[in-house]
């Protein structure tokens, strides 16, 4: 397996979640919920199980791909379990019930996934070996590179449910997938910070958006001048 690849969650198998920053601790959260703690680990553990077997799907396909003497079509994979304080403002903005079973039912994307890759046709390629899968079940999927966001965002989304096998338990999980190229994944991190500077003046925050969206156009040009490229060299 190439050294290329930056797992995230490479460690050793975590005895607890991780969560991405998050600005609610577990016992407000629990709270907050009205629920024991053990119940509520459980919950998140289940997460962090579906986002071992997504990675590893992926990482299998990355090596074959390579076996096959091509180069391994992934560059990183990226993967976080949403934060406390994310997940208690979907509750709020969605009407959802403050309940574990609503949360589970009704967010898709408390386990979140991200495949870099450096070629566009490498996502597609990717995002079909891993949906071919027999216990892989698509529950949505939102093509923003066909169809960008009016900002200029770039990124395919999957929506899946993907069973973890515990000790006497076949569970399904959701889980939300996005499949994105270098110059996506580093345009989408940039519009992310900008996201947080509320504080600037509104006529900045305007040009800042509109070069952003500039950004984006060359960026997918680059992309697709880059595939090109990689086209002719097979
Ligand atoms: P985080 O912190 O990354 O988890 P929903 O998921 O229901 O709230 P929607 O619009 O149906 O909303 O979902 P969508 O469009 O599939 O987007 C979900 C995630 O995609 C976002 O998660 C972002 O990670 C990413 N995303 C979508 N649009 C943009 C965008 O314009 N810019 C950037 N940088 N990322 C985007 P969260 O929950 O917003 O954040």
Same mark, same amino acid.
């Given at each position: 397996?190439?050294? +290329?690849?930056?797992?995230?969650?490479?460690?050793?198998?975590?005895? $607890?979640?991780?969560?991405?920053?998050? =600005?609610?601790?577990?016992?407000? &959260? %629990?709270?907050?919920?009205?629920?024991?703690?053990?119940? !509520?680990?459980?919950?998140? *553990?289940?997460?962090?199980?579906?986002?071992?077997? %997504? @990675?590893?799907? &992926?990482?299998?396909?990355?090596?074959?791909?390579?076996? #096959?003497?091509?180069?391994?079509?992934?560059? &990183?994979?990226?993967?976080?379990?949403?934060?406390?304080?994310?997940?208690?403002? $979907?509750?709020?903005? *969605?009407?959802?019930?403050?309940?574990?079973?609503?949360?589970?039912?009704? +967010?898709?994307?408390?386990?979140? !996934?991200?495949?870099?890759?450096?070629?566009?046709?490498?996502?597609?390629?990717?995002?079909?070996?891993?949906?071919?899968?027999?216990? %892989?079940?698509? !529950? =949505?999927?939102?093509?923003?590179?066909?169809?960008?966001?009016?900002?200029?965002?770039?990124?395919?989304? +999957? !929506?899946?449910?993907?069973?973890?096998?515990? =000790?006497? =338990?076949?569970?399904?999980?959701?889980? @939300?997938?996005?499949? #994105?190229?270098?110059?996506?994944?580093?345009?989408?991190?940039?519009?992310?910070?900008? #996201?947080? $500077?509320?504080?600037?003046?509104?006529?900045?925050?305007?040009?800042?958006?509109?070069?952003? $969206?500039?950004?984006?156009? @060359?960026?997918?040009?680059?992309?697709?001048?880059?595939?090109?490229?990689?086209?002719?060299? @097979?």
């Amino acid at each position: 397996m190439s050294d +290329l690849i930056q797992v995230d969650h490479d460690k050793p198998v975590r005895d $607890k979640p991780h969560f991405a920053d998050s =600005e609610l601790t577990e016992a407000q &959260f %629990i709270h907050l919920l009205g629920e024991d703690m053990v119940p !509520i680990q459980q919950f998140f *553990t289940y997460y962090q199980c579906a986002i071992m077997e %997504i @990675e590893t799907k &992926f990482k299998v396909l990355n090596a074959q791909f390579s076996l #096959r003497g091509e180069k391994n079509p992934i560059e &990183f994979i990226q993967s976080r379990i949403k934060s406390y304080g994310s997940i208690m403002r $979907k509750v709020h903005k *969605t009407g959802i019930p403050c309940r574990l079973d609503a949360i589970e039912d009704e +967010l898709d994307d408390i386990a979140g !996934i991200r495949v870099v890759c450096s070629f566009r046709e490498d996502i597609y390629r990717l995002a079909d070996c891993f949906l071919q899968q027999d216990d %892989i079940t698509l !529950i =949505e999927r939102k093509d923003y590179i066909e169809h960008p966001k009016p900002n200029g965002y770039r990124s395919l989304h +999957l !929506i899946v449910s993907v069973p973890i096998f515990l =000790e006497n =338990e076949k569970r399904p999980v959701k889980a @939300e997938l996005q499949l #994105r190229t270098l110059a996506m994944d580093f345009w989408a991190s940039v519009e992310h910070k900008l #996201r947080y $500077k509320k504080d600037l003046p509104r006529k900045t925050l305007a040009l800042l958006y509109r070069d952003l $969206k500039d950004c984006a156009e @060359e960026s997918a040009a680059w992309d697709e001048k880059m595939q090109r490229i990689r086209n002719m060299l @097979e």
